[in-house]
């Protein structure tokens, strides 16, 4: 295959290239958009230019030509190149005065040319190896370039330092184009669409529309936007989505941008579907579930399933052992009953080997993470997470999701968070205590007033169906939540409240509250409410309780309209 790529020889892009297709014969080009009409023309299979970098962002020249030929070509891959700028010279460094290389390398290297060449003027050249095959013709003693220290040996300038980059971990993107002709890349599963949204001018709303139609009405996530002049005064527009082409709601969503915004004179072009590529390379692309068969394992499963992850799932129903799924997975979350948690833990810990990460799913905290602390070995990372909702949750969105943090908790652990944060959840942190703490009071306090209250109600109203015509919404509320505890797993609801130490305390702490307000009330001492309703008012304060009031308000709105309350 041939391959045309941003010249001259010895250019990151070249060296990208080579990484990418080592077979190719790679063909150099003076500009980007000479590399990809070159393609156009046929002298290629495919072009290879710089697309974005990690510090200095998309690369403008790039996008303009994808733009300018956007009914020839489509962007079919994507190669991430971690680069490393150096800068070369013929003269002294007191002699430099002009730094040479491509505008977005010399973005890259803004902290460095300003500490050492401040008083240097930087010029914009086609490419960085431009730069130094330039500087090797006109032995220029006064001029420096920054590039590839690669091109700088092939064309014997010598280097004066390396590594100069701004980021420590400087990686830039790469695209392969195709011609549109060659059709579109098959989807992979973890796919991207370019699209560009083109107005003649300026025009009041297009992006609240796009959006509209992307986020609200096909639920497709948008990954980038980057805005490039048009030559006129105003904008285009580059947008990325998560989907392929060939994913029915993807194409939908493109179809109604076409139909919605070519009524306003918007240009609509699809850039290409491909491979998502971050900057970053992922760490975990697999996700095994220990005790992935239950109601809550299987939501977790469709969940990670929807994100793009592959998923293992080890239970009491599978041919799939322990072993298997941990050793194929690059993150393990054990997701069983409370009382299972720990031996569970105990027996797949060990299994577990350095890069990996182990996490539990349990509502309580502090046993299921000492536990993989003591059995997981070093270079496992260790987190504790708790989604604080059951498998009927629609989506994440709004949910809450706790997580642990240990000592052991690094990068991979990061990205597992951040799957959740990416998805909608309302993530918060705390450690094994404060969780427990928290637990025993939206858990074990919240499950025994209900039971409570199913008591009292069973003793005073034999007749359920009498409850509803004297309901208010307070009374409604109470009464849904009390409907769903009783409506718990038995099992579970037996765990929750044995296996955290803090339950019984503030179980019996509720309890002596509720017989001082209640000999309050025997004895006629009104005041004795008053100053409790004060007090505990005061401690929680204005914003907490607005924010309740609003709440609601919002399902009495709910109930008016529907059957079902959520609470």
């Known amino acids: 295959m041939r391959v045309t790529y941003l010249g001259p020889e010895g250019s990151f892009s070249e060296e990208a290239a080579r990484a990418f297709r080592p077979d190719a014969t790679l063909l150099p080009c003076a500009s980007i958009a000479g590399t990809l009409t070159a393609l156009i023309d046929g002298q290629a299979e495919r072009a290879f230019v710089p697309l974005d970098n990690i510090k ?74 431009r730069a130094v095959s330039d500087l090797a013709q006109s032995r220029d003693e006064h001029v420096a370039v920054v590039g590839n220290p690669n091109a700088m040996t092939r064309y014997s300038v010598p280097i004066l330092d390396r590594d100069i980059g701004d980021a420590s971990d400087n990686t830039t993107r790469f695209a392969l184009i195709s011609r549109r002709a060659d059709g579109t890349r098959v989807p992979s599963g973890r796919d991207v669409t370019t699209i560009v949204l083109s107005p003649p001018a300026d025009r009041t ?57 070519t009524g306003d004179r918007v240009d609509v072009a699809v850039l290409g579907s491909y491979p998502r590529r971050a900057f970053v390379t992922p760490c975990i692309r697999t996700i095994g579930i220990i005790g992935g068969t239950g109601a809550m394992g299987r939501w977790l499963h469709e969940f990670f399933s929807s994100a793009g992850y592959d998923v293992l799932v080890s239970g009491r129903d599978t041919d799939l052992t322990y072993d298997e799924c941990i050793a194929h997975a690059n993150a393990v979350v054990v997701n069983v009953p409370i009382q299972h948690t720990r ?20 509502s309580i905290k502090r046993d299921a993470v000492k536990a993989m602390l003591e059995h997981a070995p070093e270079g496992v990372e260790v987190l504790g997470m708790h989604t604080v909702f059951g498998p009927a949750a629609a989506g994440l ?10 000592d052991r908790a690094g990068r991979r652990s990061a990205e597992f968070e951040n799957i959740f944060y990416k998805h909608g959840a309302q993530v918060t942190y705390a450690d094994s205590d404060a969780h427990d703490r928290q637990m025993a009071l939206h858990q074990n306090l919240e499950h025994f007033t209900k039971l409570v209250l199913a008591e009292v109600i069973t003793q005073t109203v034999p007749d359920a169906d009498a409850l509803e015509p004297f309901s208010s919404p307070n009374s409604r509320a109470s009464l849904a939540t009390m409907g769903r505890v009783l409506h718990m797993d038995l099992e579970l609801l037996g765990q929750i409240q044995s296996h ?43 914003r907490f309780l607005s924010d309740m009031l609003a709440r609601s308000k919002r399902l009495d709105q709910v109930a008016a309209t529907s059957d079902n309350i959520e609470v």
């Open 205 to 261: 709303g297009v992006l609240l529309d796009a959006l509209t139609i992307v986020s609200g009405r096909h639920q497709i996530n948008l990954s980038a936007m980057h805005s490039r002049p048009n030559g006129r005064g105003g904008l285009r527009f580059f947008v990325d989505i998560e989907g392929h082409m060939d994913d029915d709601e993807v194409h939908a969503c493109v179809a109604e941008l076409t139909s919605r915004l």
């Open 500 to 542: 955290n130490q803090y339950g019984a305390a503030v179980i019996r702490q509720y309890a002596d509250v509720v017989e001082r307000l209640a000999c309050a009330v025997e004895q006629g001492d009104l005041a004795a409410l008053q100053r409790s309703v004060e007090k505990s008012a005061g401690q929680l304060g204005h």
């Open 56 to 129: 200095a962002g998309p690369v403008g020249e790039t996008l303009d030509a994808l733009f300018a030929l956007r009914d020839e070509i489509l962007i079919c891959d994507i190669q991430v190149q971690r680069v490393r700028h150096a800068v070369g010279a013929l003269g002294q460094r007191h002699e430099i005065q002009t730094i040479r290389s491509h505008a977005t390398t010399l973005a890259q290297c803004t902290d460095y040319l300003s500490r050492h060449f401040p008083n240097a003027l930087r010029e914009s050249l086609p490419s960085s190896s």
């Open 343 to 362: 031996a569970v833990i105990e027996k797949v810990a060990p299994l577990m080997a350095s890069g990996q990460v182990l996490v539990d799913n349990t």
């Open 397 to 406: 969105k709004g949910q809450n999701v706790i997580f642990t943090r240990t």
